[in-house]
């Protein structure tokens, strides 16, 4: 079979494929962070921009690490295919708007791109630990082994924030006006989270910096959505035999895609609005998108991610076959999650029954295990936010503190039936200290909370808190995670 690439795209067995309008744009977004979400959302979204109005917004891709996206993309002439599938459909879109792959280490290469003035936008995913920051109280980690080097060898940054520091200040003083950074992560209010850490280094850098990106740069919220899994040999397979092509980049995901973006850009912006796609809206206040997808989405998927994966469940669909964890799911959004979102004009009811129809997607393998990584990171925005407001708010919460004993458990690495789990977070070595550590169920707990880039000190010294969790932590001990969710539904 032939592998994709533009001699090859017109045999391509594709229903969306670049245009000639495509063809002849040119470089205006820089991406840090080229991972397969990125590939599913914005860029297939300026991929249809490109191809229904036009514009140079072609992106130069960003990547840190992991799956070398530069040495499949390159031989396809950086061409790959979104899967979009429910259940038994698939429809297959070949995606044109990416320009080239760099990888980090070649800050060069990237830095030549950020400080040209044909870039207006410089958006990320670089998920939740690519901030180097406190997740408890928001502040850049100065200690953070990358930023430590980005302070002294800020020509050759490693962090996404060195390299924005970095070309912000080329831009400054080389009078090129400045692009808009755009923040596409999972964090609460994650324009503001990336302020602040691009403030909190800039201020250890160059205090007149500092004051001049106060006043001269901005940084939209966004809140983004698509469930994007990690690609299985088995969704490449799938793709190949429809699009009678070899695609070692492709990707696949599910028809929901969702875009919320604060429109306050320094730069020229591409409309991205414009195209046939719905759902992509800029608007003056994101924060309660972000709150709604942050607790409800990102929120069950962690639980279902810790208490699935502790019940034996691989994947997401799995785990919602098993009538009862749906029933759960359901609960927490409905009881548990529900009373602390304040959305208007949004039929809450509609969205909750489309996150069940989407998890219960069986065309993606969305595995249990790749949601439990980075579990620190994540946690704070995902539940904590809203057992606090449960806790000011008298909001009876209980299904929450199972799915937080459960990532307890799971962050010990061993799972119910004594093998091995591989666990992945920057955090991992303190979990694993505060486990061997302590062996009471009590001090197990106030070693995890005393735990300060999660849970700040107000949670932490909550009372009825510790003892909730206490009780969460000893049903999972005596049950397991599968019984502990089957019994909690039949007495809820
Ligand atoms: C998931 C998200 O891996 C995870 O932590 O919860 O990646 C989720 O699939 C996306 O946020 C959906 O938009």
């Given at each position: 079979m032939n592998l994709l690439s533009n001699q090859n795209i017109a045999q391509a067995n594709a229903k969306?494929?670049?245009?000639?309008?495509?063809?002849?744009?040119?470089?205006?977004?820089?991406?840090?962070?080229?991972?397969?979400?990125?590939?599913?959302?914005?860029?297939?979204?300026?991929?249809t921009l490109m191809r229904e109005i036009g514009g140079n917004w072609k992106i130069v891709g960003v990547n840190w690490g992991g799956i070398d996206v530069k040495s499949q993309l390159s031989p396809q002439d950086n061409l790959y295919t979104v899967g979009v599938g429910y259940n038994e459909d698939l429809t297959l879109h070949v995606v044109g708007s990416v320009d080239r792959i760099i990888n980090s280490d070649e800050s060069?290469?990237?830095?030549?791109?950020?400080?040209?003035?044909?870039?207006?936008?410089?958006?990320?995913?670089?998920?939740?630990?690519?901030?180097?920051?406190?997740?408890?109280?928001?502040?850049?980690?100065?200690?953070?082994?990358?930023?430590?080097?980005?302070?002294?060898?800020?020509?050759?940054?490693?962090?996404?924030?060195?390299?924005?520091?970095?070309?912000?200040?080329?831009?400054?003083?080389?009078?090129?006006?400045?692009?808009?950074?755009?923040?596409?992560?999972?964090?609460?209010?994650?324009?503001?989270?990336?302020?602040?850490?691009?403030?909190?280094?800039?201020?250890?850098?160059?205090?007149?910096?500092?004051?001049?990106?106060?006043?001269?740069?901005?940084?939209?919220?966004?809140?983004?959505?698509?469930?994007?899994p990690r690609t299985t040999d088995d969704d490449v397979k799938k793709i190949e035999q429809v699009l009678g092509l070899v695609d070692h980049a492709c990707v696949m995901t599910e028809p929901f895609l969702q875009w919320v973006i604060e429109d306050k850009f320094i730069n020229e912006r591409p409309a991205w609005d414009q195209t046939s796609i719905s759902n992509i809206v800029f608007t003056d206040n994101v924060v309660p998108f972000e709150e709604m997808k942050l607790r409800l989405l990102n929120g069950t998927h962690s639980a279902i991610a810790y208490l699935g994966y502790l019940s034996g469940y691989q994947t997401v669909s799995e785990t919602m076959n098993d009538d009862k964890f749906k029933t759960f799911v359901r609960y927490l959004m409905d009881t548990e999650i529900s009373p602390s979102i304040h959305i208007e004009g949004i039929d809450l009811g509609a969205y909750k029954d489309s996150l069940i129809e989407r998890y219960e997607n069986a065309a993606l393998q969305h595995r249990t295990w790749q949601i439990a990584m980075d579990g620190s990171q994540k946690i704070p925005q995902r539940w904590l936010e809203t057992i606090q407001y449960g806790l000011d708010n008298n909001v009876q919460i209980k299904g929450l503190y199972l799915a937080l004993a459960a990532w307890i458990k799971?962050?010990?690495?061993?799972?119910?039936?004594?093998?091995?789990?591989?666990?992945?977070?920057?955090?991992?070595?303190?979990?694993?200290?505060?486990?061997?550590?302590?062996?009471?169920?009590?001090?197990?707990?106030?070693?995890?909370?005393?735990?300060?880039?999660?849970?700040?000190?107000?949670?932490?010294?909550?009372?009825?808190?510790?003892?909730?969790?206490?009780?969460?932590?000893?049903?999972?001990?005596e049950h397991g995670a599968k019984e502990s969710v089957h019994q909690f539904v039949m007495n809820k």
């Open positions: 969306i494929k670049p245009n000639t309008q495509i063809q002849a744009s040119t470089v205006g977004i820089v991406h840090l962070g080229f991972g397969a979400f990125h590939r599913a959302h914005q860029a297939l979204i300026t991929d060069d290469e990237v830095l030549k791109y950020m400080h040209s003035s044909d870039v207006k936008v410089v958006s990320l995913t670089i998920t939740e630990k690519g901030y180097c920051h406190n997740p408890a109280n928001g502040h850049l980690n100065l200690e953070h082994p990358f930023i430590v080097h980005d302070l002294a060898n800020l020509d050759k940054p490693k962090s996404a924030i060195g390299f924005l520091i970095n070309a912000i200040q080329y831009r400054r003083n080389n009078n090129i006006a400045p692009f808009t950074p755009l923040t596409c992560d999972n964090l609460p209010e994650n324009g503001h989270v990336l302020e602040q850490v691009v403030l909190d280094f800039a201020e250890a850098y160059d205090p007149e910096l500092h004051t001049w990106i106060k006043a001269n740069i901005k940084f939209p919220c966004t809140m983004v959505d698509r469930i994007v799971y962050a010990s690495g061993i799972d119910e039936q004594g093998n091995d789990i591989d666990v992945q977070d920057p955090l991992k070595e303190t979990f694993t200290d505060i486990w061997a550590n302590n062996k009471e169920s009590e001090s197990l707990i106030n070693a995890f909370l005393s735990i300060e880039q999660m849970f700040n000190k107000k949670i932490a010294a909550n009372e009825t808190f510790k003892s909730n969790l206490l009780s969460a932590l000893n049903t999972l001990n």
